[in-house]
Nanobody, 119 residues
Framework: VQLQASGGGLVQVGGSLRLSCAASGRTFSDYHMGWFRQAPGKERDVVAVISRGGGVTYYTGSVKGRFIISRDNARNTLYLQMNSLNPEDTAVYYC?????????????WGQGTQVTVSS
């Protein structure tokens, strides 16, 4: 499956952004989908993951209550609503898909989209 992430940008502390990831090439609903991020000098880490049908979600602790992951299987699109952003959220965000692994998806990756939170 091909994944195309978009929606990153520069935002002030406390602001919001919505990331999108458009999928093509395979049956989108066959895949668990998720968002990962990589800050400068750090490893790529999971942010949020959503099950094939959207009924189960997983969030890393630092984003719980601030970020919302969702998907629209009819539109083959994954979303990440990010609220109350802080400088620690600055990173390159990647979308990923995996038919089996949960929550550490590793089968397909999109290109990253930069999110920068300024104080």
């Amino acid at each position: 499956v091909q994944l195309q992430a978009s929606g990153g940008g520069l935002v002030q502390v406390g602001g919001s952004l919505r990331l999108s990831c458009a999928a093509s090439g395979r049956t989108f609903s066959d895949y668990h989908m998720g968002w990962f991020r990589q800050a400068p000098g750090k490893e790529r880490d999971v942010v949020a993951v959503i099950s094939r049908g959207g009924g189960v979600t997983y969030y890393t602790g630092s984003v719980k209550g601030r970020f919302i992951i969702s998907r629209d299987n009819a539109r083959n699109t994954l979303y990440l609503q990010m609220n109350s952003l802080n400088p620690e959220d600055t990173a390159v965000y990647y979308c990923a898909g995996d038919r089996n692994n949960w929550p550490f998806l590793n089968e397909y990756w999109g290109q990253g989209t930069q999110v920068t939170v300024s104080s």
